[in-house]
């Protein structure tokens, strides 16, 4: 059995990445494609106990430093990639993920203006993602990387208001206008390392599902 493709959707807040997931599950399931929709932090069991703690109230109180972020990100990001997204890969699945590594890159060094935690996270990056460190050639293999990342970049004016209309919402979304636009740098920073394509989510969020979709669909025919 061939390994299956692993996709991730990218963008800040009030872009339209669960919208995007969903539709591109449902349509590619009505084309006979095996799916397995997912997110991050989250993903898995434990995992997504760790997303409780990073959205809590008691987190929205008491601003924990992006170091504790960071590390709990990975921790969460650990246990996604050892119990759903590798074996649903090693089985021929599409793995469609809300957010991947770029997220904690663009939010956690980027937007809280932290790079001095940066080496940490090249650090912890790897090793949450599955990599092996190879003493005798200095560096680390194996690390899980998506086939495919799409980012939707939205203006992050355009975003929070979209976000201000959402019925739930976390801590993030009550972040200031300039830390949502280091987000955005940090993305275009980050995801120079992984394949990828830009869509304007600034559009309308019907377009922007349709862009999605086709080239998601040019990408799985072309590496079919």
Known sequence: MSRGKFIVIEGGEGAGKGECVTFLARVLRDRGKKVITTREP??????EEI????????????HPDPLTQLNLFAAARIEH????????????RIVLCDR???STFAYQIAGEDRRDLEP???????????????PS?????????PDLTVFLDVDPEVGLERA????????????????????????????????????????????VRKEALQLVSAFLRSDA
Do not use: C
């Not at 989250?42 to 995992?47: K, L």
């Not at 990639?81 to 090693?90: D, E, G």
């Not at 955005?184 to 019907?206: C, F, K, T």
């Open 42 to 47: 989250g993903g898995s069991s434990f995992a």
């Open 51 to 62: 997303r409780n703690l990073i959205f809590s109230e008691a987190a929205r109180v008491h």
């Open 81 to 92: 990639t050892i119990q759903t997204i590798r074996p649903a890969l090693k089985k021929g």
């Open 100 to 102: 991947g590594f770029p």
């Open 120 to 134: 940490h996270f090249r650090f912890i990056d790897q090793m949450s993602r599955g990599a092996t460190w190879d």
């Open 137 to 145: 050639k200095n560096t680390w293999s194996g690390a899980l990387v």
């Open 164 to 207: 201000d209309r959402r019925t739930t919402g976390n801590h993030f979304d009550e972040k200031e206008l300039a830390f949502h636009r280091r987000v955005r740098d940090g993305y275009y920073e980050i995801l120079s390392v992984v394949r990828h394509v830009i869509i304007d989510a600034n559009q309308p969020m019907e377009t």
